[in-house]
């Protein structure tokens, strides 16, 4: 198991393949670790597609991302292994057709127990890439959220995406007061890494059958951050 400190450039054959949640003709669901880029940026650096290699499983081409989760971001990552399966899933999302459940340790107890957040973003400035704020001309985003457990100053939160912004669950669980335990950029930062999970993806991918339901186990830094905040993770 590579830990979150240790993430490695490439990993090995078995290492990625014991990350494998689901395979079928067309796609393949890989757990992601926390603290490893999807891709190489511009800058380079290390990146979990470096070792997609290893997942051709008889296919000519490495298989290739059919979206993307944040680099501190652990969990479902979805992959398609071939062009045809490339077009259909990016179409998916695009239509927002595909279901993602996340985990987030939040500061703060949100109120009431669920609801939804309906906030537009857009780019900060110029001058930070891809950081994103609250704004009324920006592009719409809405968040759904459930609160599973409070205690100690902090919440269990599941949420659900309706549309897919950039860091679109930190810039709205903070726009509410209850920014993600350990986000750098969204909240306090600190030690503590980013307590956000890609916990559920449900993909319609076949007609006449049902959805496609993968699961990505709990991480173990978030494991040990909810018994820190007296949250118990029952799952």
């Known amino acids: ?6 993430a490695p450039a490439v990993f090995s054959e078995a290492e990625i393949n014991a990350r494998l949640l689901y395979r079928d003709a067309l ?18 650096g290390e990146n979990f597609e470096a070792s997609f290699h290893h997942l051709r ?17 652990s969990g479902c990552l979805v992959l398609g292994r071939h062009h045809k399966a490339l077009e259909k899933l990016g179409l998916m999302f695009k239509q927002g057709k595909i279901a993602k459940t996340y985990l987030a340790i939040v500061e703060g107890f949100p109120e009431p127990d669920e609801g939804l957040i309906d906030l537009p973003l857009g780019r900060l400035d110029a001058s930070r ?13 809405q968040t759904r959220w459930r609160v599973f457990a409070q205690g100690a100053g902090h919440a269990l939160l599941a949420l659900t995406p309706l549309t897919g912004r950039t860091h679109q669950l930190r810039v709205h669980c903070a726009a509410k007061g209850w920014p993600i335990l350990g986000d750098p950029i969204y909240g306090a930062g600190g030690a503590t890494p980013l307590q956000l ?6 993909i319609p991918l076949y007609k006449n059958k049902e959805p496609i339901v993968v699961e990505a186990p709990v ?3 978030m494991r040990a951050a909810a018994e820190a905040c007296g949250l118990r ?3």
């Open 57 to 73: 499983f008889g296919l000519p081409r490495n298989p290739a991302l059919a979206h993307r989760l944040d680099r501190d971001t």
């Open 197 to 202: 999970h890609a916990r559920r993806i449900e």
């Open 233 to 235: 993770l029952e799952f």
């Open 1 to 6: 198991m590579v830990s979150l400190d240790e």
């Open 129 to 141: 890439g891809w950081w994103m704020k609250v704004d009324p001309g920006g592009q719409p985003a």
């Open 219 to 221: 991480p173990a830094h």
């Open 27 to 44: 796609i393949l669901v890989l757990d992601k670790p926390a603290g490893i880029a999807v891709h190489k940026g511009p800058k380079g």
